[in-house]
């Protein structure tokens, strides 16, 4: 009975648009605290960014009736990119499923209906989504700290605690680390050196990090290491060989097109604040509204980093920006501009 539940799970999340799914048992995750722990040693100017990471590792002080824990995967990678997008915004942010218009969206929450129709009480998320993912058997550890599936690393995991005992699978800790031995082009090519040693990160130099939670401007050094990335970076990925042709472009992202002209830098730079809560703050809701400064902050180190004279001028024109952190951004800039 237990293990055709179960396979009826499976089978629904596939109907409704889920590329993987598995299951296991509702455990604390040891595993991903320890290395928490290792993080915060090694890197103690960021404990803040991580000590909050840390209740990710209990399942059952969120849910202490859950039982199983169910982990669904999508892949990101079949989507169309826009032109020039990409130097600019990690692609997981492009292609988000939780956005209402997306079918992953729907998908999501019917197969949440699905589970609570069978009966099933459900706390969605709020654990460590890549080691359920690892431990259920979908996929394997890249150096990165990326999960590696069959489609790359270009996937979203969800999850669902449950309080029904269902079938598990079995996790075959031979298979967590997927990386070639003597590869290691995610560390050698990551810009703010972030990402130092193998299966290890200091989030506090990560630009995802850095270009939508900043509360602060990054340092000079920081910001000519960040390029032209405005949300989010795919460095990492984009060089691993793991990732070499998994991209497909099948398809659109429903509503991204009407989005492109609204995401170039100059656009962003002179943009209103009206226009950045009600057309970009909804989509793109890491950078929060009281931070709608760092939009343009960022905008404007992208310019700087891009090398490009045309920005020059609309930099210059922000010098003179009513909010202090973009003008600090913008008087900077200028000061180091070098003509290309």
Known sequence: ???????????????????????????????????????????PSSTHLYKNLFNLAEPLEKADWGKSIIVCIRRYNKYKIPKNLSKFFGKVYLFDG???NSKEYFGNILFTEYLKEKGMKTYEDGITARWA??????????????????????VWIDTWIVDFKLKYDKENPSEMDSCPE??????????????C????????SCIAQLSFFSSELPS????????????????????????????????????????VSFLSLEQI???DENTLLNIIYPRFSYISKDRIWL???????????????????????????DNAKIKAMAISACKHWIKC
Request: aromatic residues 12%; charged residues 30%.
């Open 269 to 271: 730079l002179t943009m």
């Open 220 to 259: 000079k050094e920081l910001r000519d290491r960040m390029g032209t990335w405005m949300y989010g970076c795919d460095v990492c990925q984009n060089v691993c060989p793991m990732n070499k042709g998994k991209w497909s472009e099948e398809e659109d992202f429903p509503g991204l097109d009407d989005m």
């Open 295 to 321: 939009w343009k902050c960022n905008a404007i180190r992208a310019m700087v980093n891009s090398r490009d004279n045309r920005y020059y001028d609309l930099i210059k024109d922000a010098c003179k920006d």
């Open 133 to 154: 993912a690892v431990k259920a058997g979908l996929g394997s550890f890249g150096k990165n700290n990326f999960v590696y599936t069959k489609f790359g690393s270009f």
């Open 197 to 204: 040693e193998e299966y290890t990160m200091d989030r506090g």
């Open 1 to 43: 009975m237990q293990e055709d539940f179960s396979t009826k799970i499976k089978k629904k999340a596939f109907e409704l648009g889920y590329d993987l799914c598995g299951i296991i048992e509702a455990n604390s995750f040891k595993e991903y605290s320890k290395y928490l722990n290792m993080r915060v040693e090694k890197f």
């Open 98 to 100: 939780r956005l209402p």
């Open 182 to 195: 003597n590869c290691h082009k995610c560390i050698e090519a990551c810009p703010t050196k972030a990402l």
